[in-house]
């Protein structure tokens, strides 16, 4: 199992969503998060005051999957979230150890 | 000349007016003929006028400055200007009205006397003038009109300290600085004996009688020197004295709800009709004159901010159209009855960009932190405008001219050099004026209980640790 750890531009979260629901990924977590990369910051002014926004918003998407489907849901991120634009974000991919669900305490790839 | 004919400002500042009927000495004005009554729809329009005012200080004043500040502090402004207001107009009642609109004897070029403290002498019969020969209003709408001013000018001055300042020191500010400053403005640039003894007297006799900025023959409208030069001063003397914001310059200090202060901004420019149209006093065309001004000047300064930003800084903003409405509507405030239309559109869009690169060039370069720019906007917008009236004035550029009582009540105009040395006459003596008695006011509080509050309120933000409360709770 892995756990798939995204940061993508906010307006590009409904395209990730069905694209992942399409493929069968039965669940997902959504974060509002601020964050820098290469994209770095702007600056905003207000009358005189010029002040630098060095973290930017974004959302970091979570979906935990079996192992086999990890391919295609990495695809099925990288091109629904891409515009080309630098700030589109990264995706993290981490092993995952151990899954249950609190309704019924199935483990693992049951409670995917 | 027909009463309709005069219908217009005095022969120097306007928008005040002699309490001749009530003044001893002038007691033949009421026997003379009959005694005139007001007119129910003059009436009408300075009662609409008065709550139109209120409405520019709450909700309006209130979200355009609660919107500029941060989350930890937005209650801490609305509460400022909410109780501001409240206390200065119980002090108007109890000796603010006299001090500003009665005789003030051997003082009487800089204050007025005590003789209506608590409103004495003050009701439903009794009467003041206008601008125009014969026509008057109750005195006690007009108690109810000016009280608004010195409300929302007291108001006004808090937002060169926002953020920083302990909530007891600007209780007392709001009774000192109206009685030390505003009251004694008030009454040298609006006190004078009005038209009928003006008419029926020498210019001489007149400016005996006037308050100071009046005799120099200076014209305000609506208050560009009493009320916004004013209160800019007031707020930057504030700033000041309290010192810059605990990161100024090296924490964002960014707006936090620009919707808000966009809200506001609209409310003060719908109560600035009340402002300005009503500083005629009268429901007739200046009145509309002055309305259609307030629109215009507005509009004006409202597209040159954005598009000076737009050339300047590559975009156009929100937080800039708002300033430069405000500008606008700052800079025809002593022009609004006396500019023609096309004077009008031109002053607001001098004002605009004045403003825009005081406050954005020659505020950074001084280093004083006026959090607000109460003194970029109000104080400098008001000199824009109040030397600006002096031009715009002009009939053969479309102004309304000067009416020369004892002439007859003739339109005069006497000429751009004359009347431009009257209007920075009056400006330097305000400068001077909310000068020092700013300086002493504040100067006492600091040096008193103290004016600013601790470190660690300023951190944690004045809404939780000066009221209990917060603003947002999501």
Redesign the interface.
Same mark, same amino acid.
């Given at each position: 199992m892995k756990l798939i750890t995204a940061i993508i531009k906010p307006f590009k979260l409904d395209e990730v969503r069905e694209s992942l629901s399409a493929l069968g990924a039965q669940g997902m977590t959504v974060t509002e998060v601020k964050g820098y990369g290469r994209q770095k910051g702007h600056t905003?002014? +207000?009358?005189?005051?010029e +002040?630098a926004?060095s973290f930017l918003p974004k959302l970091k998407i979570e979906v935990a999957v079996k192992s086999e489907m990890l391919d295609a849901v990495i695809d099925a991120i990288t091109s629904k979230a891409k515009t080309g634009q630098i700030g589109d974000g990264k995706i993290f991919v981490t092993p995952l150890e151990q899954v249950v669900r609190i309704r019924t305490g199935e483990t693992d790839g049951d409670a995917l | 000349m027909t009463i309709e004919s005069l219908k217009k400002a005095g022969h120097a500042t306007l928008a005040g007016l002699g309490m001749l009927a009530m003044t001893a000495g002038m007691a033949w004005a009421q026997e003379a003929a009959a005694a005139p009554v007001p007119d129910k729809g003059d009436t009408a329009w300075m009662l609409v006028s008065t709550v139109l005012v209120l409405l520019m200080i709450v909700p309006g004043l209130a979200l355009f400055y609660g919107g500029l500040v941060r989350t930890k502090n937005m209650l801490s402004v609305l509460t400022q200007v909410l109780v501001v207001s409240c206390i200065v107009m119980i002090v108007w009642a109890l000796w603010g009205y006299s001090m500003a609109f009665t005789d003030g004897g051997s003082l009487d070029n800089y204050v007025g006397g005590f003789s209506k403290a608590l409103l004495a002498g003050v009701d439903t019969s009794t009467v003041v003038e206008t601008f125009s020969r014969g026509v008057v209003i109750p005195e006690i709408v007009f108690v109810a009109f000016q009280m608004t001013f010195a409300a929302i000018t007291t108001a006004l001055v808090i937002g060169g300290f926002a953020e920083r300042m302990k909530f007891s020191a600007i209780c007392v500010f709001s009774v000192l600085w109206p009685t030390l400053v505003y009251f004694p403005m008030a009454h040298m640039v609006w006190w004078w004996p009005g038209p009928e003894f003006a008419s029926t007297n020498s210019a001489e006799a007149t400016v005996a009688g006037a308050g100071l900025i009046w005799t120099y023959g200076a014209l305000d409208f609506a208050g560009g020197t009493v009320v916004h030069i004013n209160a800019g001063i007031a707020a930057l003397v504030g700033a000041i004295l309290v010192g810059k914001r605990i990161g100024y310059k090296h924490e964002s200090m960014a707006p936090h709800s620009l919707t808000l202060t966009m809200v506001g901004a609209s409310l003060l420019w719908v109560g600035w009709f009340g402002f300005n149209a009503g500083s005629n006093l009268e429901s007739n065309a200046y009145a509309g004159l002055a309305m259609l001004n307030t629109f215009l000047a507005t509009a004006a300064a409202g597209i040159a901010w954005p598009a000076f930003e737009w050339i300047l800084k590559g975009k156009p903003s929100l937080l800039g159209a708002a300033s430069g409405v405000v500008a606008g509507l700052v800079a025809i405030t002593p022009a609004a009855g006396f500019s023609g239309p096309m004077g009008a559109i031109v002053l607001g869009l001098v004002a605009s960009p004045i403003c825009l690169i005081f406050v954005s060039v020659v505020k950074n370069k001084l280093g004083y932190d006026d959090s607000l720019d109460v003194f970029g906007v109000h104080a400098i917008g008001g000199i824009v405008g109040a030397i600006g009236t002096g031009i715009v004035v002009d009939p053969a550029l479309g102004g309304a001219g000067i009416v020369d009582y004892a002439a007859g009540g003739a339109s005069v105009y006497p000429g751009v050099a004359t009347q431009v040395t009257a209007q920075l006459k009056g400006v330097l003596t305000t400068l001077v004026w909310s000068g020092i008695g700013s300086t002493i006011v504040f100067g006492l509080i600091k040096f008193t209980i103290g004016l600013r509050v601790k470190e660690e309120v300023e951190r944690e933000g004045l809404d939780i640790a000066e009221h209990g409360e917060r603003a947002y709770n999501m």
């Amino acid at each position: 199992m892995k756990l798939i750890t995204a940061i993508i531009k906010p307006f590009k979260l409904d395209e990730v969503r069905e694209s992942l629901s399409a493929l069968g990924a039965q669940g997902m977590t959504v974060t509002e998060v601020k964050g820098y990369g290469r994209q770095k910051g702007h600056t905003e002014i +207000y009358r005189g005051a010029e +002040y630098a926004v060095s973290f930017l918003p974004k959302l970091k998407i979570e979906v935990a999957v079996k192992s086999e489907m990890l391919d295609a849901v990495i695809d099925a991120i990288t091109s629904k979230a891409k515009t080309g634009q630098i700030g589109d974000g990264k995706i993290f991919v981490t092993p995952l150890e151990q899954v249950v669900r609190i309704r019924t305490g199935e483990t693992d790839g049951d409670a995917l | 000349m027909t009463i309709e004919s005069l219908k217009k400002a005095g022969h120097a500042t306007l928008a005040g007016l002699g309490m001749l009927a009530m003044t001893a000495g002038m007691a033949w004005a009421q026997e003379a003929a009959a005694a005139p009554v007001p007119d129910k729809g003059d009436t009408a329009w300075m009662l609409v006028s008065t709550v139109l005012v209120l409405l520019m200080i709450v909700p309006g004043l209130a979200l355009f400055y609660g919107g500029l500040v941060r989350t930890k502090n937005m209650l801490s402004v609305l509460t400022q200007v909410l109780v501001v207001s409240c206390i200065v107009m119980i002090v108007w009642a109890l000796w603010g009205y006299s001090m500003a609109f009665t005789d003030g004897g051997s003082l009487d070029n800089y204050v007025g006397g005590f003789s209506k403290a608590l409103l004495a002498g003050v009701d439903t019969s009794t009467v003041v003038e206008t601008f125009s020969r014969g026509v008057v209003i109750p005195e006690i709408v007009f108690v109810a009109f000016q009280m608004t001013f010195a409300a929302i000018t007291t108001a006004l001055v808090i937002g060169g300290f926002a953020e920083r300042m302990k909530f007891s020191a600007i209780c007392v500010f709001s009774v000192l600085w109206p009685t030390l400053v505003y009251f004694p403005m008030a009454h040298m640039v609006w006190w004078w004996p009005g038209p009928e003894f003006a008419s029926t007297n020498s210019a001489e006799a007149t400016v005996a009688g006037a308050g100071l900025i009046w005799t120099y023959g200076a014209l305000d409208f609506a208050g560009g020197t009493v009320v916004h030069i004013n209160a800019g001063i007031a707020a930057l003397v504030g700033a000041i004295l309290v010192g810059k914001r605990i990161g100024y310059k090296h924490e964002s200090m960014a707006p936090h709800s620009l919707t808000l202060t966009m809200v506001g901004a609209s409310l003060l420019w719908v109560g600035w009709f009340g402002f300005n149209a009503g500083s005629n006093l009268e429901s007739n065309a200046y009145a509309g004159l002055a309305m259609l001004n307030t629109f215009l000047a507005t509009a004006a300064a409202g597209i040159a901010w954005p598009a000076f930003e737009w050339i300047l800084k590559g975009k156009p903003s929100l937080l800039g159209a708002a300033s430069g409405v405000v500008a606008g509507l700052v800079a025809i405030t002593p022009a609004a009855g006396f500019s023609g239309p096309m004077g009008a559109i031109v002053l607001g869009l001098v004002a605009s960009p004045i403003c825009l690169i005081f406050v954005s060039v020659v505020k950074n370069k001084l280093g004083y932190d006026d959090s607000l720019d109460v003194f970029g906007v109000h104080a400098i917008g008001g000199i824009v405008g109040a030397i600006g009236t002096g031009i715009v004035v002009d009939p053969a550029l479309g102004g309304a001219g000067i009416v020369d009582y004892a002439a007859g009540g003739a339109s005069v105009y006497p000429g751009v050099a004359t009347q431009v040395t009257a209007q920075l006459k009056g400006v330097l003596t305000t400068l001077v004026w909310s000068g020092i008695g700013s300086t002493i006011v504040f100067g006492l509080i600091k040096f008193t209980i103290g004016l600013r509050v601790k470190e660690e309120v300023e951190r944690e933000g004045l809404d939780i640790a000066e009221h209990g409360e917060r603003a947002y709770n999501m």
